[in-house]
């Protein structure tokens, strides 16, 4: 990948006057043959240049060669071989790059960053074996000192791949990163630490770097420091700062490095330097690698949150749209109920209704339970509760189904103290959960015992044991998440949203409790263990308290703009000997109540023209009236908003007859 941005030649001249600079810089370190220096960062640009601007620009790196060389030492004959193997040497280099290591993308993965120092170390085979042979068929170099020159050579255009191409490459693409102040500061900390540190290293400043100690390796945690703190480009800079410092001290006789001669001291540093950056590069691009997973985790968490967020908007808006049309199918059926004269025929059908209309309001309820406890919103009111009643009850309440199935139901409640801290109505969803499935996954025949004991102090533990289909080991993790049934569940089709034990679960870890199941496998039955802390026996609070019923005659104003649950209700009400006026929205609603005297207001809360909190504010402005909202969305802020509003009540759809005569019942007593 390289840039068309520059037109060719501009280009080629450019490179060739900043190859030609640098070239002839680096020939001022050209101790041992006045054409191979151990310091030569033209390769470097060279090979930069190429995989920024493309092949192309190959004629500026021959011409500087050229020019370099031609002006140094040798003749025009020699001068071309040197510029010629130098222009193969960086298309080598640049082509083993571009396809082995991603091109100028090279230091973005610490693999690639692997990838581009063999392409360095091995493309800079070819300069030194050309170059070298030129001089030496011209007459230029010594036969015998053939191996120092090519490998002074080699290693000064390796290191100079390895440092100057990286620092090049990385400027010229940018970064992305966005610095705040205090990275600014801290980048500010790390140069002058790096400079202070090769200073004392290389600089002269101190004794020890007079005395040439062995301590380069100082510097080593302020690259690392870099590199992990920073980007590829920092970490490039700080090697190349450290690199200058240390070359500069080197030749002055300081720090570590320092040899009998001036080219073995610059091929020791070369090599120390070379390593250096192989290793720091390397992390720096691991340390980016995981800067950018980390990244896309978050990005893909983000959008997980978000589906989840959707989904449980779905379902809340689902359930909302489920319960709507149960409210006048349910009313239809209480109306039926009431009907005395029945054939047993029609009584049974009816019954049947109810049952099947029952199974489906709970499995929306649970649907609603599901997104409550996902949006963090159950609202628990604790109370003291007798445990050993709440199962009593819930068997009460499953007994005529175990009894279908012909099902022996045990209870072993021999736990002293059985009092806990719950919420009464959701204490008993979760024994209800357990009871029924045990009822479900327990074929014909079979036995179920509930259990209480005091496991430990202050602990409760009921066991609802079956002797059913059990669970396999290979789900028993999942149970307890939302939907999910085992596949046996599904072979056989047992029925229900595999919702119940999620809820139950959530409901228990609401309670500071445990829920764990504990089968032997398929066949074998399943105990499901309920654990909680008890606290000491207190008066009970009622579940449910009686509610005052209205035995007058009413005047209605009814306002749904659900056409069948208004009639539904319309005649539910009439039945019940009340006059009732229906309409299906806000301004109708209002109309009705300029011209009529009404003792009670039923409104749906979500009207075609505005919601049933404004109708009742803009009623409440003309006279007092009493009223009960009714909706499919039960939430505690949908409840609250209403009664905010002035309603007495908020029911949720679907409405049984006995909950709205008992709503009725307050609203008119209050
Ligand atoms: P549902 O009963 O609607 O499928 P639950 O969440 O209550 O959903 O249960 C999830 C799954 O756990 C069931 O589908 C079933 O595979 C397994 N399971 C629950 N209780 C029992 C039990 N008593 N015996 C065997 N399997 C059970």
């Given at each position: 990948m390289h840039s068309r941005r520059f037109s060719t030649l501009p280009a080629i001249f450019v490179l060739t006057f900043i190859y030609f600079v640098a070239g002839k810089l680096g020939l001022r370190f050209a101790s041992f043959h006045a054409s191979a220096s151990p310091v030569w960062p033209p390769v470097g640009i060279a090979l930069a240049g190429l995989l920024l601007l493309g092949y192309r620009v190959w004629p500026a790196i021959f011409v500087g060669a050229f020019l370099v060389n031609v002006t140094t030492m040798g003749n025009i004959a020699t001068s071309l071989g040197i510029a010629t193997g130098n222009t193969l040497e960086a298309i080598c280099g640049a082509w083993m790059v571009n396809r082995f290591a991603r091109g100028t993308r090279a230091f973005d993965r610490a693999q690639d960053v692997f990838t581009f120092s063999l392409a360095a170390i091995v493309s800079t085979l070819v300069s030194p074996t050309l170059g070298v042979t030129s001089l030496a068929l011209g007459g230029y170099a010594d036969w015998t000192k053939y191996g120092p020159i090519w490998t002074t050579w080699w290693l000064g255009d390796a290191a100079g791949d390895l440092i100057v191409a990286p620092l090049v490459l990385l400027w010229a693409i940018g970064s992305t990163r966005e610095w705040s102040r205090r990275d600014v500061i801290e980048v500010g900390v790390l140069l002058l630490l790096l400079v202070g540190l090769s200073e004392i290293v290389f600089g002269g400043w101190l004794a020890i770097s007079a005395r040439n100690y062995p301590i380069s390796f100082i510097c080593g945690p302020i690259v690392i420091w870099t590199a992990f703190r920073f980007t590829q480009r920092e970490t490039a800079t700080g090697i190349f700062i450290l690199s200058a410092i240390a070359i500069w001290g080197t030749l002055r006789?300081?720090?570590?490095?320092?040899?009998?001669?001036e080219n073995h001291s610059l091929v020791t540093l070369q090599a120390w330097t070379a390593v250096l950056t192989i290793t720091a590069m390397a992390l720096s691009a691991a340390m980016a690698e995981r800067r950018r997973a980390e990244v896309a985790i978050e990005q893909q968490k983000s959008a997980v949150e978000a589906a989840n967020r959707t989904k449980d908007n779905f379902l809340a808006m689902l359930s909302h749209e489920l319960r709507t049309p149960l409210t006048p199918v349910m009313s239809a059926l209480d109306s039926l109920q009431q009907d005395l004269a029945q054939s047993d025929e029609t009584k049974s059908a009816l019954a049947m209704i109810q049952r099947n209309v029952e199974l489906e309001s709970q499995l929306i309820a649970d649907l609603l339970d599901l997104t409550r406890i996902a949006k963090n919103k159950l609202d628990l009111k604790f109370d003291p509760v007798d445990a050993h009643d709440a199962v009593r009850n819930v068997i009460e309440i499953c007994q005529a189904e175990a009894k279908a199935k012909l099902l022996r139901v045990y209870i072993d409640?021999?736990?002293?103290?059985?009092?806990v801290s719950a919420d009464a109505a959701k204490f008993q969803q979760i024994i209800w959960n357990l009871l029924k499935n045990a009822i479900k996954f327990t074929p014909e025949g079979g036995e179920i015992t509930i259990s209480s004991c005091n496991s430990a102090p202050q602990s409760l533990t009921i066991a609802v044991r079956d002797t059913g289909i059990g669970i396999d080991p290979s789900i028993m993790e999942r149970i307890f998440n939302p939907f999910e049934q085992g596949e046996l569940s599904a072979q056989r089709r047992f029925g229900g949203l595999g919702l119940g034990l999620a809820i139950s679960k959530s409901l228990t870890e609401a309670h500071g409790g445990t829920l764990v199941a504990k089968s032997e496998g398929q066949n074998r039955g399943t105990t499901f263990f309920l654990t909680l802390r008890t606290v000491p026996p207190q008066p009970q609070i009622a579940i449910a308290t009686a509610a005052p019923s209205c035995s007058r005659s009413l005047r209605i104003l009814l306002v749904d703009d659900h056409s069948d649950t208004c009639t539904a209700l319309e005649r539910l009400l009439i039945r019940r000997g009340h006059l009732v006026a229906a309409t299906h929205n806000v301004r109708s609603a209002m109309e009705a109540v300029v011209r009529n005297h009404f003792d009670l207001l039923i409104s749906d809360v979500a009207l075609p023209d505005g919601t049933g909190l404004d109708l009742m504010k803009q009623v409440r402005a003309i006279r007092p009236l009493p009223g009960i909202a009714i909706s499919g969305f039960g939430a505690n802020g949908d409840i609250e908003k209403s009664l905010q509003a002035g309603f007495a009540d908020h029911l949720i759809k679907p409405i049984k007859l006995e909950t709205l005569e008992a709503a009725i019942g307050r609203a008119i007593a209050s």
């Open positions: 006789g300081f720090g570590p490095f320092v040899m009998e001669t409640l021999r736990a002293g103290a059985h009092y």
